[in-house]
């Protein structure tokens, strides 16, 4: 039988799971100062072709600001990134990836596709769509 009130257990421990896997894939890889859930920075800017500012990278990993600050603080550290300021006002600050960041591409690629693997299985590209969907729905309803 389902049981159809556990979903936020459910959602956690297959996080956990998730997490687990990349922690494993960048251990093996010798990747320091990198942890799963500074993943949507990374992807956002090695998406972008220069710098961008910091409230760009907030929208788009949908996170809070003070929790991506902390990513782009660590990232900065061991020298995956910079902050740049902006030269027209002074309450912007931009970030971009150094070299060593860009390096992160390939390994980057590999571990996105080999945790997609495990999530998806066998499912079908619909199957996957429509589960992304309904996990869209979910987490709608609890922004409402």
């Known amino acids: 039988m389902v049981d159809l009130d556990g979903i936020a257990g459910q959602i956690g421990r297959i996080r956990e799971k998730a997490n ?5 894939e960048l251990k093996n890889r010798g990747l320091k ?3 799963p859930a500074h993943g949507p920075v990374l992807a956002f800017l090695l998406q972008q ?3 961008v500012p910091i409230r760009a990278v907030v929208e788009s990993v949908r996170r809070v600001k003070s929790t991506v600050t902390v990513t782009i ?3 900065e550290k061991h020298g995956y990134l910079r902050k740049l300021p902006c030269e ?3 309450r912007v600050t931009y970030v971009e990836l150094t070299a060593k960041g860009h390096r992160l591409r390939k390994d980057f690629d590999e571990i996105s596709q080999a945790l997609r ?5 066998d499912m079908s590209q619909e ?3 429509r589960l992304v969907r309904q996990l869209d729905e979910i987490e709608e309803n609890l922004s409402e």
């Open 127 to 129: 199957e996957r769509e």
């Open 20 to 24: 687990a896997l990349v922690e494993d």
């Open 73 to 75: 603080g660590i990232l």
């Open 49 to 51: 072709r220069g710098p």
């Open 33 to 35: 100062g990198i942890v």
């Open 117 to 121: 693997n495990k999530l998806y299985g």
């Open 88 to 90: 027209t006002d002074a």
